[in-house]
């Protein structure tokens, strides 16, 4: 392909690249000898390759998950995890959280949500191109009766574009909920119980909400608890607390 030459110094427009293609560039130079131009000889030709990347890679959170799914709501300490992709490769991988209600990020150096801007935390990356996996663990946020969290994960690409994915909002509550029985009423006889009935809260300004209210039903000399059919069902086991109810106020058939 035919260029100029300027000042010992030449210059060839490009034909169009296509994304995430290699290319490799042969050069020859030739003199102003008459009648034939003396060229260079093929030991004296080079080459260059390069690859040719317009495309950002791509990057995605796999956990935890993120509202509105159950598994967004969080109250203790979890594990981040993504997927990353680029066809020459991941150079790597970060992941920057956000506080939902003031917009300050995560500042990993004073260890508080006070910055205005992403502060980008390095995770394990594992993997070959053109697929990898990442994983890191966050900061544990302060105990919350209901506090939304943005994590937003990014990839640098090997050719250096970098990429941020979507986030996933998680619900930080460490509040414990709430729940009293209306009947039967506590110190008075009664001939049969059918059921048992009462309310449930979960307190805050930003709550999770409440998931479901359990009855443990215990006789008190015998020290027993109902398993649902039978009595005699060791009070100190998951077994002794019948299947949860839903909604607030709620009615458990004994």
Do not use: H
């Not at 991988?93 to 506080?99: N, P």
């Amino acid at each position: 392909r035919a260029g100029t030459l300027a000042a010992g110094v030449w210059d060839v427009n490009v034909p169009p690249l296509t994304t995430q293609y290699t290319y490799r560039v042969w050069v020859r130079a030739s003199d102003g000898a008459i009648p034939t131009p003396n060229q260079s000889s093929a030991a004296q030709t080079s080459t260059v390759t390069f690859s040719y990347n317009t495309s950002l890679p791509g990057v995605a959170l796999t956990a935890p998950a993120s509202l509105p799914a159950p598994g967004g709501n969080r109250s203790t300490a979890f594990g981040v995890s993504g997927t990353a992709s680029e066809t020459f490769g991941v150079a790597a991988a970060s992941v920057a959280y956000q506080e939902g209600d003031t917009g300050m990020w995560y500042d990993n150096i004073v260890g508080t949500f006070s910055s205005v801007v992403p502060v980008w935390t390095t995770t394990t990356l594992n993997g070959s191109a053109p697929n990898y996996t990442f994983t890191t663990i966050p900061p544990v946020p302060a105990a919350s009766t209901g506090r939304n969290y943005n994590i937003v994960p990014k990839a640098i690409g090997a050719p250096g574009l970098e990429a941020v994915g979507g986030a996933n909002t998680i619900k930080w509550d460490t509040s414990r909920p709430l729940s009293a029985v209306g009947v039967p009423v506590t110190s008075t006889f009664t001939r049969t119980l059918p059921s048992v009935t009462g309310t449930a809260t979960d307190p805050g300004a930003s709550p999770t909400g409440v998931g479901g209210t359990q009855l443990q039903i215990r006789r008190v000399l015998a020290n027993d608890c109902w398993g649902g059919g039978a009595w005699g069902v060791n009070c100190a086991t998951e077994a002794s607390w019948l299947a949860a109810v839903a909604g607030s106020p709620w009615t458990k058939n004994t």
